[in-house]
């Protein structure tokens, strides 16, 4: 390519303008927050803090904004076996949703039972959304013993950072 941005292939000239005069500088993208993996532990050791204090053992997820799991911790000797897939669905699902799953338990049991149909959801309580400066960052899900202590360790795990 010559200096002028134009090539010769063959009979015909090809010219370019460089990327860098033809545009306009950039547009400022907008920033938001993220949960990041330290905080992300810090929410499930405050959860695992509160399920030792009740001698509630289970699983508990920390998942990001797209409900990928940052953080698992499986306890020992853990209520169920389904608390495994149950914990991480739950977080996932507050995340989708945008509110606790206690939410949308109580919905299916009352005025919105439809809401059972969504497929591929876990509408139980224990998953909390996880909102930084009103900017939803991610969940938390936890699934021990009972929905009642599910709900206390995730809203556990979220007063570490308010």
Same mark, same amino acid.
């Given at each position: 390519?010559?200096?002028?941005?134009?090539?010769?292939?063959?009979?015909?000239?090809?010219?370019?303008?460089?990327?860098?005069?033809?545009?306009?500088?950039?547009?400022?993208?907008?920033?938001?927050?993220?949960?990041?993996?330290?905080?992300?532990?810090?929410?499930?050791?405050?959860?695992?803090? *509160?399920?030792?204090?009740?001698?509630?053992?289970?699983?508990?997820?920390?998942?990001?904004?797209?409900? *990928?799991?940052?953080?698992?911790?499986?306890?020992?000797?853990?209520?169920?076996?389904?608390?495994?897939?149950?914990?991480?669905?739950?977080?996932?699902?507050?995340?989708?949703?945008?509110?606790?799953?206690?939410?949308?338990?109580?919905?299916?049991?009352?005025?919105?039972?439809?809401?059972?149909?969504?497929?591929?959801?876990?509408?139980?309580?224990?998953?909390?959304?996880?909102?930084?400066?009103?900017?939803?960052?991610?969940?938390?899900?936890?699934?021990?013993?009972?929905?009642?202590?599910? *709900?206390?360790?995730?809203?556990?795990?979220?007063?570490?950072?308010?």
């Amino acid at each position: 390519m010559s200096r002028s941005g134009c090539v010769m292939a063959g009979a015909a000239v090809f010219c370019m303008a460089p990327i860098w005069e033809s545009r306009a500088a950039p547009p400022e993208l907008p920033t938001r927050p993220v949960l990041t993996l330290a905080v992300a532990q810090r929410i499930a050791a405050a959860a695992q803090g *509160e399920a030792d204090r009740i001698h509630a053992t289970g699983v508990i997820a920390v998942v990001d904004d797209a409900g *990928e799991v940052i953080v698992q911790i499986r306890m020992d000797n853990a209520y169920m076996r389904a608390s495994g897939k149950l914990a991480p669905e739950k977080a996932r699902s507050a995340v989708m949703f945008r509110r606790p799953t206690a939410v949308l338990e109580a919905a299916i049991a009352g005025k919105r039972p439809a809401l059972a149909t969504a497929r591929g959801f876990v509408m139980m309580k224990g998953g909390e959304p996880i909102f930084v400066g009103g900017q939803l960052v991610g969940g938390v899900g936890v699934s021990v013993d009972t929905p009642d202590h599910d *709900e206390q360790i995730a809203q556990a795990g979220l007063a570490a950072i308010k």
